[in-house]
């Protein structure tokens, strides 16, 4: 028997049929998943790149209003959006003092905002793991069905011949190894952009420790300027 796909789409029933064009429409979508997270991430890349370029001067002369501008810039940029939440909520302590620090309303600000970005850069991804689980067993529930539609046309025809036995089982075996070729790629792309994930948010983390000392130490110095001014 010769390896035509076309011949064993004609001879698969409607269930096998289904079966598969469920497994394309997964694969379909784990290829949409990746390419617009490899997308995302190439964007998000070039743009924190360049926003941390132009933020570190501002930053080492503590022009905040500056910095909120150019982060306001570089939307495509987790870093600058980061940043941008991180400095609006200490410059409105600054501004009208209350029960909480400055530097505490940033932190508080930059925890929730690194939870909303660790959802943004993991979105999709539940696609690709679910696929990765699921598309085996239905390859396999396609390959169950392609073998009981198989030995239902032996029973009809009254053949028990090795060869048609083979012929049936062997086409109802694409199903699982389409079900394989969907959830492997699936799982590793998977893995890839979770280890990526992680990366960018240890990244963040480390940017948000360093503005957030900054602002501890700008804080700092500013609290000791007020109480001389005042002791003068």
Not at 39 to 60: D, N, Q, T, V, Y
Not at 84 to 111: F, Q
Not at 164 to 179: D, K, P, R, Y
């Amino acid at each position: 028997m010769t390896f035509d796909l076309v011949a064993i789409w004609a001879h698969m029933g409607l269930l096998a049929r289904s079966i598969a064009f469920v497994l394309l429409v997964m694969a379909v979508a784990s290829v949409g998943v990746v390419v617009e997270r490899f997308i995302a991430f190439a964007r998000s890349g070039a743009s924190s790149k360049a926003f941390a370029a132009a933020a570190m001067p501002l930053i080492e002369r503590w022009q905040l209003a500056k910095l909120v501008k150019t982060a306001q810039a570089h939307k495509a940029s987790p870093l600058a959006s980061l940043f941008e939440r991180m400095t609006s909520s200490y410059l409105r302590g600054v501004e009208k003092p209350g029960d909480m620090t400055p530097v505490d309303l940033a932190r508080n600000e930059a925890a929730r905002r690194m939870e909303a970005t660790g959802a943004e850069l993991r979105r999709g991804m539940n696609v690709l793991a679910s696929v990765g689980s699921v598309a085996p067993f239905v390859g396999l529930l396609g390959t169950v069905v392609g073998i009981i539609g198989a030995f239902q046309a032996i029973g009809v025809s009254g053949s028990a011949g090795l060869s048609s036995v083979m012929a049936g089982i062997s086409e109802a075996l694409i199903e699982t190894a389409f079900g394989l070729m969907v959830a492997i790629p699936a799982v590793l792309f998977y893995n890839y952009l979770s280890a990526r994930v992680a990366g960018i948010e240890l990244a963040l983390g480390r940017s948000m420790g360093e503005l957030l000392d900054e602002m501890e130490n700008n804080h700092g110095k500013k609290h000791a300027q007020d109480s001389e001014e005042q002791a003068a």
